[in-house]
T-cell receptor, first 113, second 113 residues
């Protein structure tokens, strides 16, 4: 069963900490994405990557960075966590030019205290 | 039961009834649309898609209707079951770029036994 795996379901971090969210896909997809999901705001794109070592900013990149050293792994980094980054984070992957959109992970619920 | 998307984010229906979930999109150049289902504690899952050269597409118990004139998309679920309780998102593909989708904020469907 093909899937996208996010390393943690729940995380609690302190303000100012550096936080790493990891995502791994086993479908050999070229594209990977990080979204955050907040009530009433839907899914908002943070960063995406079309290839290894390639990244592009999404709609809300401030306070975040990403790393894609291998095709199957895409990491989201919160350089200095803040309480307004408390959210559900969703990783997704897709084929280039493919129908059926994205395959999503189960999400990581991050709480920054 | 019928929702009006963002103005009614929760839709309650009786088990066995048909459900209609609506979505308005903003970009007339969008040419590919997907409905996702997100159950509690899980990532969104693909339900059905439709391209802009179609008005209607049917799946198992689900039908998607596309009205390009008013930029409106709807998801119809026949004989709604308790397992259909979830949040439903529409996603539109813009810029003729299958690698980038934009998501609505979702409608929560509650199925009453």
């Amino acid at each position: 069963d093909v899937k996208v795996t996010q390393s943690s379901r729940y995380l609690v971090k302190r303000t100012g900490e550096k936080v790493f969210l990891e995502c791994v896909q086993d479908m050999d997809h070229e594209n990977m994405f990080w979204y955050r999901q907040d009530p009433g705001l839907g899914l908002r794109l943070i960063y995406f990557s079309y290839d290894v070592k390639m990244k592009e900013k999404g709609d809300i990149p401030e306070g975040y960075s990403v790393s894609r050293e291998k095709k199957e792994r895409f990491s989201l980094i919160l350089e200095s966590a803040s309480t307004n980054q408390t959210s559900m984070y969703l990783c997704a992957s897709s084929w280039t030019g493919g129908s059926y959109g994205y395959t999503f992970g189960s999400g990581t619920r991050l709480t920054v205290v | 039961g019928e929702s009006v998307g963002l103005h009614l984010p929760t839709l309650s229906v009786q088990e066995g009834d048909n459900s209609i979930i609506n979505c308005a999109y903003s970009n007339s150049a969008s040419d590919y649309f997907i409905w996702y289902k997100q159950e509690s504690g899980k990532g969104p899952q693909f339900i059905i898609d439709i391209r802009s050269n179609m008005d209607k597409r049917q799946g198992q118990r689900v039908t998607v209707l596309l009205n390009k004139t008013v930029k409106h998309l709807s998801l119809q679920i026949a004989a709604t079951q308790p397992g259909d309780s979830a949040v439903y998102f529409c996603a539109e593909n813009r810029e003729n770029n299958f690698n980038k989708f934009y998501f609505g904020s979702g409608t929560k469907l509650n199925v009453k036994p």
